[in-house]
């Protein structure tokens, strides 16, 4: 279902990870908050606040992840790429995440301050997400293993 304000089906599906004990309602107004918190930084670089943060989302999006393979009593981490939902679901989830572990005062501050560092590639889940890549690189030897 596209959300109330502005009909996107993103929206939502962050909103959706972002709710509490089925609050939805209190979720679309962190959500909604924290987007206009980011709208001044938005309007300097001439984009609405939803693309800002779409841009933000696609730069925290892993392309590579490891999951483990048992051959043989070894256990070898092996790179695979991800899935093009799974992509979108598990950006949303690292976002989502370190923004609870940021400091600050309300969430809806705390997301929009990891918005922004996504957007300017930059804070945790961005990090995530080049360590994510790293790993991946650092087992291309074992790319073999796929299943």
Same mark, same amino acid.
């Given at each position: 279902?596209?959300?109330?304000?502005?009909?996107?089906?993103?929206?939502?599906?962050?909103?959706?990870?972002?709710?509490?004990?089925?609050?939805?309602?209190?979720?679309?107004?962190?959500f909604y908050d924290a987007l206009d918190l980011v709208a001044p930084k938005a309007e300097k670089e001439g984009k609405p606040a939803l693309e800002y943060f779409k841009k933000a989302l696609e730069n925290i999006t892993p392309t590579v992840e490891v999951k483990s393979r048992r051959v043989g009593g070894a256990t070898f981490q092996v790179p695979t790429e991800i899935r093009p939902e799974r992509k =979108?679901?598990?950006?949303?989830k690292?976002?989502?995440?370190?923004? !609870? &572990?940021?400091?600050? $005062?309300? @969430? /809806? *501050?705390?997301?929009?301050?990891?918005? =922004?560092?996504?957007?300017?590639?930059?804070?945790?889940?961005?990090? !995530? &997400?080049?360590?994510? $890549?790293? @790993? /991946? *690189?650092?087992?291309?030897?074992f790319a073999h293993f796929r299943f």
């Open positions: 279902m596209p959300d109330p304000k502005f009909g996107d089906t993103l929206v939502t599906q962050f909103v959706n990870n972002l709710m509490l004990d089925g609050k939805k309602s209190i979720a679309f107004g962190i =979108v679901s598990v950006s949303i690292n976002m989502i995440l370190y923004s !609870r &572990k940021r400091s600050g $005062h309300s @969430m /809806a *501050e705390k997301l929009a301050a990891e918005i =922004v560092a996504a957007y300017n590639m930059e804070g945790a889940a961005f990090k !995530r &997400k080049e360590d994510m $890549h790293k @790993m /991946a *690189e650092a087992n291309r030897a």
